[in-house]
């Protein structure tokens, strides 16, 4: 399995949580990671990306301020911090790797871990 999340869990609203997603089988250092999310009854939706040095990060405006995207190549590891919990963050989250090549596209994911937000 190349990507395999965890730390999801139930929080109150405002607590915390720092997703984890453990990355093997492929060179993770040049692919661009991902964490996405989706709801029930609702479109995944792309929370918050990473270039694959590290250098860049963009976030869904309804997380920016509250998430932070980090990485860490030497470990093959992505994290997603989650602060500031409110309960439309619940959902199953995952993270995607990516990476496009001269003639093909390279798409991990993984199966998920969910997080529920309330009181």
């Known amino acids: 399995v190349p990507l395999v999340e965890s730390g999801g869990g139930a929080v109150q609203p405002g607590g915390s949580l720092r997703l984890s997603c453990s990355a093997s089988?492929?060179?993770?250092?040049?692919?661009?990671m991902s964490w996405y999310r989706q709801a029930p009854g609702k479109e995944r939706e792309l929370v918050a990306t990473i270039t694959s040095g590290g250098g860049s990060t963009n976030y869904a405006d309804s997380v920016k301020g509250r998430f932070t995207i980090s990485r860490d190549n030497a470990k093959n590891m992505v994290y997603l911090q989650m602060n500031s919990l409110q309960p439309e963050d619940t959902a199953e989250y995952c993270c995607n790797a990516l990476r496009i090549g001269a003639i093909r596209r390279y798409d991990y994911w993984g199966q998920g871990t969910q997080v529920t937000v309330s009181s």
């Open positions: 089988g492929f060179t993770f250092s040049s692919y661009t």
